[in-house]
């Protein structure tokens, strides 16, 4: 989804409960708005004032992905705010691409500057102070790793009051109950074409028809500009449809609406965050599996009896290719992923059901994992 960013914390501002003698924090905040939701949590959980720095990754290293290594030459620097001292005693970032910025002001400050990233970043893990990653990362034990179940995001109680108010008026009129279907896209091999997007749709109309109740669609960064078409063309007139547009201006993406004002979700198993989100809430969500994309040899291992076929409902799928894949079976892994780890554990939980499953009702969500984490982030600038 396009970002929204609660403008209060732009900049420099200090957020309610933060302390006025606090070190200088930098969050390094991109384009994926996941990323950014955990970052900000996570940020407001260790209660320092903290000042926002937005990059933007160069054109040819949108799809690609960069060495991670104390560098800025991967960013759009036009697009980009400037880094400069004073530098910073704590930088909370996520992702392989903005850990890089991290490392690089480490390396500025001469090695003060104290580094956090979200998730696995894939190279150079003993120069990061804290590396917090959920359930479906891949990683070893050491002691600058923090682990957790779920992505850090924490819906915001004001901002969703907030938006609950800007949206009511537009989606008053919405049959009840009104679902919210979050389309996704590939990630790590997970296969998502117009095939995928069919089944979806199918089994989603289905479900909003038994409840007599209508359909809102939105897509995301990651959904491929084929399946966006075919939702164009094939959504129901009566079917409000978002499509999701980098340059969409504050307020037109409806996720924030929808996140408050829908009775339930359909959400992609690819996307994380908006899992993590809904279940919070206590709607009803349901999970629609992506599946693998396997490639030509490993399908016809699978044909021939000789290779397990993987159920996102059941197995675990290592991010990347047949020889991820391979490799993983013999016990010598080098993905950086389970694909399924979340949305398998949320189903584990009681907190999603599968799409097409009969409906469950939402257990109570609870997890305490971001103040174990600011606690071990305010004991390294201590």
């Keep these: 989804m396009s970002e929204e960013v609660d403008r209060a914390t732009q900049g420099s501002g200090t957020e309610s409960g933060s302390r006025s003698d606090s070190p200088r924090v930098w969050l390094i905040v991109g384009e ?49 705010d400037a880094f400069e001292g004073p530098w910073p005693d704590l930088v909370i970032t996520a992702g392989r691409r903005l850990a890089s910025v991290g490392l690089w002001i480490k390396q500025a400050s001469g090695g003060r500057t104290r580094v956090v990233v979200i998730g696995k970043p894939r190279g150079r893990t003993e120069d990061f102070d804290l590396i917090v990653v959920a359930a479906h990362y891949v990683m070893r034990d ?90 164009r063309e094939a959504c129901p007139e009566s ?87 391979a490799l993983s079976a013999l016990g010598w892994p080098i993905h950086s992923r389970d694909l399924t780890a979340i949305s398998r554990r949320l189903v584990e939980m009681r907190l999603a059901g599968w799409l097409g499953d009969p409906a469950v009702e939402p257990a109570v969500y609870h997890d305490d994992a971001l103040e174990r984490v600011a606690e071990r982030i305010r004991a390294l600038v201590a």
């Design 32 to 80: 994926k708005r996941g990323d950014n939701a955990q970052i900000r949590s996570l940020a407001r959980s260790v209660s320092w004032a903290f000042e926002e720095k937005t990059v933007r990754v160069a054109p040819e290293w949108i799809d690609g992905k960069p060495r991670v290594r104390a560098s800025l030459d991967h960013l759009d620097r036009d697009h980009s």
């Design 142 to 231: 050491a002691p600058n790793v923090a682990r957790h179940a779920f992505p850090l995001n924490q819906v915001d109680l004001d901002a969703l009051a907030e938006s609950k108010r800007a949206w009511a008026g537009r989606l008053r009129l919405r049959p009840r109950p009104l679902t919210a279907l979050m389309v996704g896209g590939p990630t790590g091999g997970l296969r998502f074409d117009v095939e995928t997007a069919r089944a979806l749709l199918e089994k989603t109309l289905e479900v909003v028809d038994s409840q007599s109740g209508s359909l809102y669609v939105t897509t995301s960064r990651r959904t491929p500009p084929a399946v966006a078409d075919w939702f």
């Design 239 to 325: 079917v409000p449809l978002y499509l999701y547009r980098s340059d969409s201006a504050f307020g037109e993406n409806p996720y924030a609406g929808l996140l408050a004002l829908a009775d339930d979700f359909v959400v992609t198993s690819d996307s994380l965050s908006m899992m993590v989100e809904v279940a919070q809430l206590g709607r009803p969500l349901r999970i629609h599996p992506l599946t693998r994309d396997a490639g030509p040899v490993e399908g016809a291992l699978v044909a021939a009896g000789l290779l397990e076929a993987l159920s996102p409902r059941m197995n675990a799928i290592p991010a990347g290719g047949g020889v991820a894949r």
